[in-house]
């Protein structure tokens, strides 16, 4: 029974994914999205209360899946301890990668306008900020590296860069291995604010 419902769920942040991508988050409608997974709304609703539920579910599963990626790689960084080396083979995994940033803009322009929703973005914001922490945490820790500044700011400042980084790369139609090179040359560019020299 469990596995039928994880199933179905997973089945509709797919179809969610390729709705929310076609059409948009203010387009897209339950009804759309069930049709698009073959089930009935009473399957939806068994699973999700609402869109915006399923929204935030479907962007955390996104980002759950790329910071997944990017922890089991940064476990296998190669040694040395030279920063800017080790922020070239982390951007090479960047989450810029599946950030959405349509539908991460989609969901915070939703937030600002509904408290409910905001509370939950914001918790869901943290989550990913803990996730970012430790992955940060675990380099410098193996690496030796000091940094300059609270590890809990340096996370949300690779947060904040590698969204808005993904959004600018978007509006610029920038290909994914552009978007890339973008998020590496950034990244170099914080290296010296981020890491205290050896």
């Not at 409608?29 to 609703?45: D, H, K, L, P, Q």
């Not at 000091?146 to 400042?157: E, N, W």
């Not at 890339?180 to 560019?189: F, K």
Request: hydrophobic fraction near 45%.
């Amino acid at each position: 029974m469990a596995r039928s419902r994880e199933n179905t769920r997973a089945r509709l942040l797919e179809a969610a994914h390729e709705v929310f991508g076609d059409v948009g988050l203010d387009a897209a409608s339950v009804e759309m999205i069930c049709e698009r997974a073959g089930f009935t709304r009473g399957a939806f609703y068994s699973n999700f209360e609402s869109k915006d539920e399923l929204f935030l579910a479907l962007i955390t599963h996104l980002a759950e899946a790329k910071l997944d990626e990017v922890s089991v790689r940064v476990k296998r960084l190669s040694g040395g301890d030279d920063p800017l080396d080790l922020v070239r083979q982390i951007a090479d995994m960047s989450l810029a990668e599946r950030m959405e940033p349509q539908l991460l803009s989609e969901i915070r322009t939703q937030a600002l306008r509904d408290p409910r929703l905001a509370e939950t973005f914001l918790a869901w914001r943290a989550q990913m900020h803990g996730r970012v922490e430790a992955i940060i945490r675990e380099v410098t820790e193996t690496h030796g590296l000091r940094l300059r500044m609270p590890l809990g700011d340096a996370a949300r400042l690779l947060l904040d860069v590698s969204e808005q980084c993904t959004v600018q790369s978007a509006l610029e139609g920038r290909s994914e291995r552009q978007a890339n090179a973008d998020m590496q040359a950034r990244l170099e560019q914080l290296v010296p604010l981020l890491v205290e020299a050896g």
